[in-house]
T-cell receptor, first 109, second 112 residues
Framework: GQNIDQPTEMTATEGAIVQINCTYQ??????LFWYQQHAGEAPTFLSY??LDGLEEKGRFSSFLSRSKGYSYLLLKELQMKDSASYLC??????????WGAGTKLIIKP | IAGITQAPTSQILAAGRRMTLRCTQD?????MYWYRQDLGLGLRLIHY???????GKGEVPDGYSVSRANTDDFPLTLASAVPSQTSVYFC???????????FGPGTRLTVL
């Protein structure tokens, strides 16, 4: 079967760095996406990785290792507004997204 | 309008009633999707459309139907609602099937 695993909840301090991990087993791989979802709102796109390595976009970076079925999202200089759920999704061989349940990130001052 | 809109924002529905959730995008995206989001679960794909005039079944299609008569609109119909269809429903679109998806604001549906 297809499976995406990510921690249910994480807590970090304002100004610090946090890494949210995602492991996956899917039928085929056409890229991995990270989305941010604030409570009561829609998911919004953060990043896309299809090749191994690190993609940096401002305070957010995303890493992929296809051989290990592993990705992480790195958030630097955390701000209170980063409190949200972070969703990992893999595009399978049919170009459909398989979603993890999301990691709720709590930022404390 | 800009992006994707959904209607209604929320709805309480009696079991057995028919309900259509509306979704409209103005980005001329080819692909559109319907997901449901339940607590503790990832987004689950209900139906999708890769281009106007075509539709396909996702992971959880039973009890739902869709149509894609034109590029902009992708309504989702519950023929006879049941309490297990209580959920938050998100419509999304992407330029093509391999691009990032953009989401509408969601419809919160409660079936009693």
């Amino acid at each position: 079967g297809q499976n995406i695993d990510q921690p249910t909840e994480m807590t970090a301090t304002e100004g610090a760095i946090v890494q949210i991990n995602c492991t996956y087993q899917t039928s085929g791989f056409n890229g991995l996406f990270w989305y941010q979802q604030h409570a009561g709102e829609a998911p919004t796109f953060l990043s896309y990785n299809v090749l191994d390595g690190l993609e940096e976009k401002g305070r957010f970076s995303s890493f992929l290792s296809r051989s290990k079925g592993y990705s992480y999202l790195l958030l630097k200089e955390l701000q209170m507004k980063d409190s949200a759920s972070y969703l990992c999704a893999v595009m399978d061989s049919n170009y459909q997204l398989i979603w993890g349940a999301g990691t709720k990130l709590i930022i404390k001052p | 309008i800009a992006g994707i809109t959904q209607a209604p924002t929320s709805q309480i529905l009696a079991a057995g009633r028919r309900m259509t959730l509306r979704c409209t995008q103005d980005m001329r995206h080819n692909a559109m999707y319907w997901y449901r989001q339940d607590l503790g679960l990832g987004l689950r794909l209900i139906h999708y459309s890769n281009t106007a005039g075509t539709t396909g079944k996702g992971e959880v299609p039973d009890g739902y139907s869709v149509s894609r008569a034109n590029t902009d609109d992708f309504p989702l119909t519950l023929a006879s609602a049941v309490p297990s269809q209580t959920s938050v429903y998100f419509c999304a679109s992407s330029e093509d099937t391999y691009n990032e998806q953009f989401f509408g604001p969601g419809t919160r549906l409660t079936v009693l």
